[in-house]
């Protein structure tokens, strides 16, 4: 493929970046189960007749389309996983549960982009297909005959089809429709091309990055004009889909808490973005393998599983603090490994033939790398349940899907700024003003409602 197609594969991820929008239908048609169980099946037709695409001379392009559809379906499942997950446990045991989810999601990327993929360039990408597509049938034989179920049926399957069929749903979805292609096509016209040469920040603002902006905008858009457009819902009370994201929205210290929920990741996001370049940069690129695979990723599991283990036993208000800083003192951490070792980043960088730094060195990078994961499953595990403490109870699915998106939010930000201030600063001051960025999302704990678990 050229770089050129590569590129174009950044379109599968917008499903998860605006999934919230159709968050409100898993909450009202059918039950979280049936939507997972449904969308289960479907991913695995999929990816069984990918396998037969694949020897087919126009396979990539078949392949591609097919992936863009499937891209909707794995993000609505993934909704309806969230939704399942709240319905089926209760407040302690989503925070008892919470590592063993980040566990299975670690052990499906490391088999999607480790072991498919080895099938795939060593056999055939026939037989990886295949086995993925059996892999994903199986489960869903396995949730349809063990999966408990846990909720009653507000609204059938049906019932959605028809939804679908309504001029408002038809006019609205070819309205997104056409305002996405259009976006998509703005952000790679020579127009925009040449304002990237001018303004070198928007290099880093792709089709994706827009799209987040813009659904962010609208969400804040709600706050600032939620009384006009509860006095619209009140003339149609039977709107479930606007009712979803008014009463998200519609709450006591609303502006506190999607504060809290965009910034208090900001130190981490910027510290995970300039960390895979901080090590590349020290010399090590040939042992981050290693370090990511064999420590890290250990590491992140049993940070995510003590946390929610500790959450459980001592409540998510005791933990958020010891936590939260564990999280963010891992940039200070950072910041003085890097302006130690200074020295080597001034030798290493961009030179093709490294000076090694040393095994008393590379075993420090490697613990800081490994309590950096440890520290990240902490926090990771703190957000998670916040989240599902802030979902009500009519609509969990849409709004945990609308706190994940808000989540991203500053990831976006971060992710633009922090090649820009490493390469200004250098590592080592870079990584502490990331701690500082990381402090006012910490401050606003002091005013988080919903830290304390209802009954």
Known sequence: MSLE???????????????????????????????????QGLLAVMILFTAFLAPLSWAIQGIAALFFLGSFVAATHDIAIDGYYMEALDIDGQAKFVGYRVMAYRIAMMTGTGVVVT?????????????????????????????????????????????????RFLVSAAAIALATLGLRKLTVSGWYVDLQKTYTLLKKLNFAGWVGILLFVALVSIVVFRKQIHGKIQQNEDSFY???????????????????????????????????PFLVDLGIKIHYGWISAGVGLPCSIIGAMVGGALIGRYSLQKMVWPFLWAQNLTNIIYMFLALGLTDYLTINTANQDPVAIGAINLLSVALVHGFDQFAGGLGTAVLMIYLMRICLTDFKAAHYAIGTGLMSVSGLYAGIMSGFLASWLGYGYFFGISFLLSVPGMILVLYLPNLKAEP
């Open 119 to 167: 099938i795939g360039t060593t056999i055939s990408w026939f037989w990886a297909f295949l086995s993925a597509g059996m892999v994903m049938g199986s489960l869903c034989v396995f949730h349809l005959f063990f999966l408990p179920t846990c909720e009653k049926e507000q609204k059938s399957f049906m019932a959605f089809a028809i939804s679908l069929l309504r001029w």
């Open 242 to 276: 606007a009712r979803a994201f008014l009463k998200y929205m519609d709450r006591e210290k609303i502006g506190i808490i999607l504060a809290f929920i965009i910034l208090i990741r900001t130190g981490e996001f910027m510290l995970s973005a300039m960390a895979s």
């Open 5 to 39: 197609s590569i590129g174009l594969t950044s379109l599968f991820g917008l499903a998860w970046i605006i999934k919230f929008l159709w968050g409100p239908q898993v909450d009202e048609f059918a039950t979280k189960r049936k939507w997972l169980l449904y969308t």
